[in-house]
């Protein structure tokens, strides 16, 4: 049997918690942020968890849990 290989842009993306969520970052926190208020960028700083409809999805990309 080959090898089950994990898809390392999805590795980097995501992270998994000890409890065995899938937690990712908030989108445009990367540049243009003058335009942006405080209160805004400190809520893009944090991470959410991955909503249901995905989970199945990026689990059989991360075959082997190596979520960063």
């Known amino acids: 049997m080959p090898k089950i290989k994990t898809r390392k842009t999805c590795a980097k ?15 445009h926190h990367n540049h ?9 960028l400190r809520t ?12 199945k999805a990026i689990r059989r990309m991360l075959p082997n849990g190596l979520a960063h």
């Open 32 to 40: 243009l942020n003058i335009h942006k208020s405080g209160s805004n």
């Open 44 to 55: 893009l700083t944090s991470e959410v968890e991955l909503y249901k409809g995905k989970r």
């Open 13 to 27: 993306r995501f992270k998994q918690t000890g409890t065995g969520k899938l937690m990712h970052g908030h989108a």
